[in-house]
T-cell receptor, first 114, second 112 residues
Framework: DTGVSQDPRHKITKRGQNVTFRCDPI?????LYWYRQTLGQGPEFLTY????????KSRLLSDRFSAERPKGSFSTLEIQRTEQGDSAMYLC????????????FGSGTQLSVL | GIQVEQSPPDLILQEGANSTLRCNFS?????LQWFHQNPWGQLINLFY???GTKQNGRLSATTVATERYSLLYISSSQTTDSGVYFC??????????????FGTGTQLKVEL
């Protein structure tokens, strides 16, 4: 069990550029979540996958955000036309499912939009 | 939406001291989890505790769901306990997933 892995750890980009983050969940976990955390706040839910199906999206997830989990394993989160307000820590979490809903978080990707 | 309030917001302890952190929530929930976010940003799940009491080493947690609160006890605190403690209440989503709403956090600093 290597835990939830996220890449990159840090990303600096210019406003208007597109960025993509990757998350590798714990291998036997079939549920995967994306959260966003800004300075001084707790994480906020963005979206969740059951295997490859995206089953829930928050209103925080604007049209510029898209997430995929093509084979039910790793997931990507893409932000198009980044804005300064997108600067935050993007956290991925996974859970085993089947009623075992303890969430395990990765180390996150810190995004800075200049 | 549901409100999740934690107290105290900040806490400074001498190494070896004990403390109690509280989490109040405004509505019924499916489950509750406690997390420790260390100074490097890593969120560690301490407890999945929808009700009752659990213990793990120097930490224990109690949730009284009917009264909408949870407590986290830290005994014999160590400098490595420093960081932010979050409680998060969970709601089951379509397909069985668990959407967490995080509280306001307690910033803990343990000094030598």
């Amino acid at each position: 069990d290597t835990g939830v892995s996220q890449d990159p750890r840090h990303k600096i980009t210019k406003r208007g550029q597109n960025v993509t983050f990757r998350c590798d969940p714990i291998s036997e976990h079939n549920r995967l979540y994306w959260y966003r955390q800004t300075l001084g706040q707790g994480p906020e839910f963005l979206t969740y996958f059951q295997n490859e199906a995206q089953l829930e999206k928050s209103r925080l997830l604007s049209d510029r955000f898209s997430a995929e989990r093509p084979k039910g394993s790793f997931s990507t989160l893409e932000i198009q036309r980044t804005e300064q307000g997108d600067s935050a820590m993007y956290l991925c979490a996974s859970s085993l499912g089947g009623g075992r809903e303890k969430l395990f978080f990765g180390s996150g990707t810190q995004l800075s939009v200049l | 939406g549901i409100q999740v309030e934690q107290s105290p917001p900040d806490l400074i302890l001498q190494e070896g001291a004990n403390s109690t952190l509280r989490c109040n929530f405004s509505d019924s929930v499916n489950n509750l989890q406690w997390f420790h976010q260390n100074p490097w940003g890593q969120l560690i799940n301490l407890f999945y505790i929808p009700s009752g009491t659990k213990q793990n080493g120097r930490l224990s947690a109690t949730t009284v769901a009917t009264e909408r609160y949870s407590l986290l006890y830290i005994s014999s605190s160590q400098t490595t306990d420093s960081g932010v403690y979050f409680c998060a209440v969970g709601f089951i989503l379509t397909g069985g997933g668990n959407k967490l709403t995080f509280g306001t956090g307690t910033q803990l600093k343990v000094e030598l």
